[in-house]
Nanobody, 116 residues
Framework: QVHLVESGGGLVQPGGSLRLSCSAS????????MSWYRQAPGKERELVAG????????NYANAVKGRFTISRDNAKNTVYLQMNSLKPEDTAVYLC?????????WGQGTQVTVSS
């Protein structure tokens, strides 16, 4: 059974930082690229960042380049999203995901709220 469990969200002031974690189980984590998406109220889900199975290549949405960093620890079956210089427009539910055999798997998400 595939499980993705996100954690690390919360309320933070503009300019602050958070580190999100996504703990994975039930599949060969080190064999799959992983991604973080986010969804704000009334908006479509959007890609935030992605990382290849080995961690050698990453990609970012233009809105977060230079502020967010995706990484992974295959020994811990965990993918991370370090978020710095947070802005109110980063407020959203953040979800991790991967695709296997044409199917998309999602965690339940963790809420990030950026507000003073």
């Amino acid at each position: 059974q595939v499980h993705l469990v996100e954690s690390g969200g919360g309320l933070v002031q503009p300019g602050g930082s958070l580190r999100l974690s996504c703990s994975a189980s039930g599949f060969a984590f080190s064999s799959y690229a992983m991604s973080w998406y986010r969804q704000a109220p009334g908006k479509e889900r959007e890609l935030v960042a992605g990382i290849t199975s080995t961690g050698g290549t990453t990609n970012y949405a233009n809105a977060v380049k230079g502020r967010f960093t995706i990484s992974r620890d295959n020994a811990k079956n965990t993918v991370y999203l370090q978020m710095n210089s947070l802005k109110p427009e980063d407020t959203a539910v953040y979800l991790c995901t991967f695709k296997r055999w044409g199917n998309d798997y999602w965690g339940q998400g963790t809420q990030v709220t950026v507000s003073s």
